[in-house]
């Protein structure tokens, strides 16, 4: 197959699909790994698809499909972020045995955080830092730093958190949908949320608004698993308010 034809195939099968794999589009068009590879590539740096780990998702408005670095996120929606921090914050009670995850919403309530008789377990570096500083007792796990957002995500993270059961957790989120739920764009960090979700007596997810109706790539927890705290819930979204698990604190 020539290569425009092929790349035009590979817009098509990206697009029908919403999301496709490269063994997927090898076997469709006939092709080396390598060259799906070397196609992704060209096609993404034109805009016309992302290209992710393992093969590609199509362009939407909706779709989250990297995280920024913290410092490029630490500006966005702070006033938002600040007060549901300050929310969360006062749900934490001296008997309390808190998760907390990463992430610049995180990072705000643990700015907000005065009950320093709680312990406190996090996956993210800065986090516990500034836990530490507080005179928090606070554990973290083991495992690999993800550069990126500095937190520590993999297999040993996962096999640790297992072992614990928190009465109350915090996690961010790149996007929040009635459908697929709370999500996230990468696999090693979407394994600790979810694990630390399910072994958490009470969950609250922390987002601001932009998050609703957004999607990224992988679900950690449903949309019912956790309540979610919001700065305000968009126009047009009665739904998500009728669903009954969601927190607007510019209404309280």
Known sequence: ??????????????????AISIPELMD??????????????KLD?????????GGAVRVRDDYVVADLPLAGRQTLH??????????????????????????????????????TRAS????????????????CHTLVPGG?????????????????IRRYHFTLGFWGTNGISLETG???PEFSEAAVKQMSLEHTVK?????????????????????????????HLPSGEGAYKSAGNVVEVEEL
Do not use: W
């Not at 740096?45 to 780990?53: C, I």
């Not at 406190?120 to 005179?135: D, E, F, M, R, V």
């Not at 679900?219 to 309540?227: K, L, R, S």
């Open 120 to 135: 406190y377990l996090t996956n993210s570096i800065p986090h516990a830092q500034h836990l530490l500083a507080k005179g």
């Open 28 to 41: 469709a068009l006939d092709a080396s790994e390598s060259t799906i590879r070397r196609d992704l590539h």
């Open 78 to 115: 702070t006033a938002e972020k600040r007060a549901i921090a300050a929310y969360a914050a006062s749900l934490i009670t001296p008997n309390d045995f808190v998760f907390i995850d990463g992430g610049t919403t995180t990072e705000c309530l643990v700015e907000a955080i005065t009950e």
């Open 1 to 18: 197959m020539l290569a425009e034809k092929r790349l035009a195939r590979i817009i098509e099968l990206v697009n029908e699909h919403g």
């Open 45 to 53: 740096k034109k805009g016309k698809l992302y290209k992710v780990h």
């Open 182 to 184: 709370f999500t996230t």
């Open 203 to 231: 969950p609250y997810v922390v987002a601001d608004s932009s998050k609703f109706s957004k999607i990224s790539l992988i679900t950690f927890a449903d949309f019912m698993d956790a309540t979610v705290i919001t700065d």
């Open 144 to 160: 690999e730093i993800k550069p990126v957002t500095e937190v520590l995500v993999g297999a040993e993270t996962v096999n640790a």
